[in-house]
């Protein structure tokens, strides 16, 4: 097949030559890649099918005073204290982590494809884990060119290998907020918590979602029911706690701070 982006043969995921998906659709707004079945742009964040996405809920559900401040805040500004505390590297297009550093494997800059070595030769789940780790990175340093580059490949790698245990399911509910779809962020996360009730990192972004759907009764809810169960489940090392030690204390602070303001 072709890449319908710069048309080299290519085949797989992703091109081999400039990166882009293989399988995605574009924006009718601008022209951006985004997955299949995905409800906003992740380039210019117009809604890609009826019934509104989550950029337009959160805009017509907002709160009088400091309510719409809050959900913001949250939803906004504390989502980069939660991917630095994470521990993902800062990632620039083409440099590497901050401060010296070769790029994850297979992935060079945005306008220069995937580097050195093609995604495509990498195990599916080794394939996310970089991609994952990208996005993140690019979006703790507010590198926005890049999430949007990179954010699209991940969700379609995602969407493949369909996790269905907690702390895959959290991976999945952040790529989606990063992207700002808090609707598809919550479903990741409530079916995370079928399973779980009380897995405190499934809580934390579930109620983070709610909160930037503007939905400040359920984010309250999710919120006090992390506390109540804090203490136990930072007990139990259930897995997948291990792998973000820091980030507990930041969702903890979080929550006290959105429940002490009212």
Not at 7 to 36: I, Q, T
Request: proline share 6%.
């Amino acid at each position: 097949m072709k890449c319908p982006s710069c048309g080299a043969a290519a085949s797989g995921n992703f091109c081999a030559s400039c990166g882009n998906p293989l399988n995605a659709k574009k924006c009718p707004s601008c022209g951006a890649a985004v997955p299949p079945g995905s409800r906003f742009c992740t380039g210019c964040g117009n809604t890609l099918s009826g019934g509104g996405g989550a950029k337009n809920r959160v805009a017509q559900s907002s709160t009088p005073g400091g309510n719409t401040n809050l959900a913001w805040w949250v939803a906004g500004a504390l989502m980069v204290v939660v991917l630095i505390a994470l521990g993902y590297p800062v990632l620039t297009r083409g440099n590497g982590p901050a401060g010296g550093g070769a790029a994850p494997p297979g992935m060079g800059g945005a306008t220069g494809g995937v580097g050195a070595v093609d995604l495509t030769t990498m195990p599916l789940e080794e394939q996310g884990t970089v991609l994952f780790n990208r996005v993140m990175g690019s979006s703790s340093s507010g590198d926005t060119a890049d999430v949007e580059f990179f954010l699209p490949k991940a969700l379609i790698i995602y969407e493949q290998l369909a996790p269905t245990d907690p702390d895959g399911l959290y991976h999945y509910a952040l790529l989606y907020q990063v992207g700002g779809d808090f609707e598809a962020a919550l479903a990741k996360a409530e079916e995370g918590l079928a399973q779980i009730p009380d897995y405190l990192l499934l809580l934390a972004v579930a109620a983070e979602a709610s909160v930037g759907l503007g939905d400040l009764a359920g984010a309250r809810e999710l919120y006090s029911h992390f506390l109540d169960v804090y203490d136990a489940e930072m007990g139990l090392l259930r897995p997948g706690y291990e792998h973000h030690q820091n980030i507990f204390t930041v969702y903890r602070d979080e929550a006290q701070a959105f429940l002490s303001s009212g």
